[in-house]
């Protein structure tokens, strides 16, 4: 971070103003919750990452006596991370019954919220973070009472001596995104307890204390619905080391901070929480979680690369003015912003989605739209944050790629997020084959976008875009129909393209129905994002393949690229 001290969440106007949208009247409090996590990404956050970054983890696999130990060992910044993340509550927030002041656990939306500000400095603890909040979420809804109350306090506590980091053991060499052709085997001994063999290739967070585990029983059948989910403990009740073998470390092309290895199971002890039949449904609830928690991510991998080029192009001069003076790298830059705020505002309708069920009060609708937008935002944002973080380094020029300007790492991190939690391929195939096809996702959806253009209609300023928003869904509804309508062989081929025309469309959609409340409000800076948005990326190009947007004027560039209001007259 260039400058030490800064805030990160009250340099972002426009997060601050989506963030008090969303959680209205208790806003107040949680304010104090986002403003410290802004203080502490923007400054000794910022400070250790450069250090994790540059120290990353080691796999001791001896003692000096020479017994095997296969212990990950950390650098002191990594250490200070973890102590800053999970004591700012960045779990234990969701789960603390006394998070409110009234009481009750935080919203969610404020957990991804600091989850947002968080990942601007730091994307490889994110992962840890976002692996333990998934492990207590499978653990107290899963798990025997004895277990829950066993782990449930230490994955969800704030002191790093009482704190049990979750991880999730998924992927196997053979099978990667084919989880059904996963070998690791279960076997319940004459004690009742479970033993579990087999190799894992690719675990994040290796040396986590608790981990979630799928293997087939003895005698289960083929495929994921002969899998099992179990928890497995680093550690015995006695405190001797479980039959766990670390083998190596990757050498990753990003987010080097944090450990990825390879393990084998030598018969390690673990706690069926969901047997054959139910382990893997039990497990996507955890990977639903990560996978938004992968959108939130990108969200902050995109704003910090926004940042970094919005800055760099108010102090650099070239050619007699400064950069964002030019007009062509403000329209770069435009683009930037709309594709960040456009995704984040998807990503948190998204969350506010999961607010909803959890708090027992979602229809189902809010079901239906919460499990097709789940994939929908991880794997459109996930894209999205590549190609943003790679404009970032092309802002600064050349120093963008060195490794002493964060832009360089930001790519680097930023290329995983495609992959983890199901590539773009395996999202695509299951909106389109399962929440749409399967489900009928498509009834919803387009309640929900009629929902939201109606303020929008009826404003003169948002009435066009408003109607090329709804054809554009019309015509989406038929092409998908279409391809879903040959018999026993939907046409897949493009699945990609569906999805991220219809995240277009979604956030089209939300950006359209929040600029009609703000422009009642005096304020047209959402109105300006909202059609710039859907002139560059939902509107069809002309006969020359651009899509021409509406002009930057001086009040319009200000607002846009700093985050503040824009009066209506400016407009």
């Not at 204390?209 to 087939?216: G, H």
């Not at 706690?271 to 039949?277: F, S, T």
């Not at 190009?541 to 985050?563: K, T």
Request: charged share 25%.
């Amino acid at each position: 971070m260039r400058r030490e001290g800064l805030d990160l969440y009250a340099a972002d106007p426009a997060f601050v103003r989506r963030m008090r949208r969303l959680l209205g009247s208790e806003y107040g409090w949680a304010a104090e919750h986002l403003h410290r996590m802004g203080a502490l990404a923007g400054g000794p956050v910022a400070a250790c990452s450069v250090q994790a970054e540059a120290y990353p983890p080691e796999l001791v696999r001896y003692d000096r006596e020479g017994n095997r130990i296969d212990r990950v060992r950390f650098h002191p910044a990594y250490e200070r991370m973890r102590e800053l993340a999970y004591g700012s509550g960045i779990v234990a927030l969701a789960y603390d019954e006394r998070a409110r002041p009234a009481g009750g656990r935080a919203p969610r939306v404020l957990v991804f919220g600091l989850g947002y500000v968080f990942s601007q400095a730091e994307q490889g603890l994110y992962c840890p973070i976002c692996m333990t909040d998934g492990a207590a979420r499978l653990v107290e809804r899963y798990a025997e009472p004895e277990v829950r109350e066993r782990w449930l306090p230490r994955l969800t506590a704030r002191e790093l001596d009482r704190l049990a980091e979750g991880a999730m053991w998924l992927t196997e060499k053979q099978g990667g995104s084919d989880v059904g052709a996963n070998t690791t085997r279960a076997v319940e001994g004459p004690d009742g307890r479970w033993r579990l063999y087999g190799d894992k290739w690719f675990c994040s967070n290796l040396g986590a204390e608790v981990m979630m585990v799928m293997a087939r029983p003895e005698g289960a059948g083929p495929g994921t619905r002969g899998l099992g989910l179990f928890l497995v403990p680093l550690h015995r009740g006695d405190g001797s080391r479980n039959a766990i073998r670390f083998h190596r470390l990757k050498d990753k092309l990003g987010t080097r901070s944090m450990p990825t290895g390879e393990a084998t199971l030598e018969g390690a002890e673990g706690w069926l929480l969901a047997g054959p039949g139910r382990g893997f449904k039990a497990m996507t609830e955890m990977l639903n979680l990560s996978r938004l928690y992968n959108a939130v991510a990108s969200c902050g991998a995109m704003r910090r690369a926004c940042f970094e080029a919005l800055e760099h192009a108010r102090e650099r001069t070239a050619f007699g003015r400064v950069l964002e003076d030019h007009p062509l790298h403000r329209e770069v830059l435009a683009d930037m912003v709309v594709r960040t705020e456009a995704s984040t505002a998807l990503v948190f309708e998204t969350v506010a989605r999961l607010d909803r069920m959890d708090r027992g009060i979602g229809s189902e609708d809010d079901r239906v739209l919460w499990r097709a937008l789940t994939p929908l935002v991880k794997l459109h944002t996930a894209k999205q944050a590549v190609a943003v973080a790679s404009e970032g380094v092309e802002a600064l020029g050349g120093n963008g790629y060195i490794e002493e300007f964060p832009t360089a790492r930001l790519l680097r991190d930023a290329q995983v997020l495609p992959i983890w939690e199901g590539t773009t391929n395996i999202l695509a195939l299951d909106l389109l084959l399962r929440a749409i096809g399967r489900e009928g996702a498509c009834d919803a959806l387009a309640r929900w976008i009629e929902q939201r253009l109606a303020a929008a209609s009826e404003r003169s300023t948002l009435l066009e875009a408003a109607g090329l928003v709804e054809a554009g869904f019309v015509a989406w509804r038929e092409a998908v129909g279409d391809a879903l309508a040959l018999e026993g062989s939907p046409d897949v081929r493009y699945a990609r393209g569906f999805a991220h025309r219809l995240a277009r469309l979604c956030e089209a959609a939300i950006l359209l129905d929040e600029a009609a409340a703000d422009l009642a409000g005096g304020d047209a800076r959402a109105q300006a994002l909202a059609l710039r948005h859907v002139a560059r990326f939902v509107a069809g190009p002309d006969d020359a393949g651009l899509r021409p947007a509406p002009a930057l004027e001086p009040p319009v560039w200000q607002a846009l690229s700093r985050g503040t209001e824009l009066a209506l007259e400016a407009v």
